[in-house]
């Protein structure tokens, strides 16, 4: 009877075949490096930034609300999950405003020239296009938010009054994070609020009843977009 044969590789075969799997490294993968990657991890989670710029205000019909004008502000952000980070914001415009007595006509209804700053202050949430990290230091975001603005000012002359309203708003923006606790930010963001006229706007003064300061058929309220384009400097904390 034929007995099986038992086959020994020899010891030298096997070394031959093992010695390229071990002159692999551990570590090694298919692409770049990732001390070469153009992405780079966000370490930290909150930061405060404080920014300036230049408030870009619509015209409204009557030619009385808030205008355009130099802006500062302060704005808090920490992340809350994924590429999205919770964000509160204070702003204010320096801005001024036309004065009118409607109960006037021709050139003595025009009062001047008056400055009135314009508050803002919304929350909001902001969304990193690339998660959370960047590119080549590059970080750019859309924002979304609600909140309000004021001039803290009651009725003037006239019977008008900006008062308190809500400021819906939108935008975008672009971060450079070097890669230590400082960023640099630009925003875009458009403030979205209602003007409101008195009755004593569509008054006309005179018989003829052609110098109302606004026509009958014109709204007693519009809403405007307002846009603020600014830049900041920020302080970045907690990993």
């Not at 086959?7 to 030298?12: A, G, H, K, S």
């Not at 640099?184 to 005179?206: E, F, G, H, K, S």
């Amino acid at each position: 009877m034929n007995r099986p044969v038992n086959r020994v590789v020899p010891l030298p075969v096997l070394a031959a075949l093992a010695l390229p799997a071990l002159a692999v490294p551990a570590g090694a993968q298919v692409g770049s490096l990732p001390e070469n990657s153009p992405f780079k991890d966000l370490e930290y989670r909150q930061e405060v930034t404080a920014f300036t710029g230049w408030f870009v205000a619509s015209k409204d019909p009557a030619g009385v609300a808030p205008r355009s004008g130099p802006m500062v502000g302060a704005r808090y952000d920490v992340r809350i999950g994924g590429p999205a980070q919770f964000s509160a914001r204070l702003a204010t415009a320096f801005s001024e405003r036309r004065v009118i007595d409607p109960a006037r006509s021709g050139a003595a209804r025009e009062l001047g020239i008056r400055e009135q700053p314009l508050y803002i202050g919304d929350v909001g949430i902001a969304v990193n296009l690339t998660g959370q990290k960047s590119w080549r230091a590059l970080v750019p975001y859309t924002q979304l938010g609600v909140g309000i603005a004021s001039d803290f000012q009651g009725r003037d002359v006239g019977g008008y009054r900006f008062g308190t309203t809500f400021a819906f708003n939108f935008g975008g923006g672009l971060r450079w994070v070097p890669g230590n606790r400082f960023q640099v930010r630009a925003d875009v963001a458009d403030w979205l609020y209602q003007i409101q006229y008195p009755n004593t706007y569509y008054v006309p003064t005179t018989a003829q009843g052609d110098d109302a300061v606004l026509r009958e058929r014109d709204a007693k309220s519009v809403w405007k977009h307002n846009v603020a384009l600014t830049i900041g400097g920020s302080y970045l904390f907690f990993r």
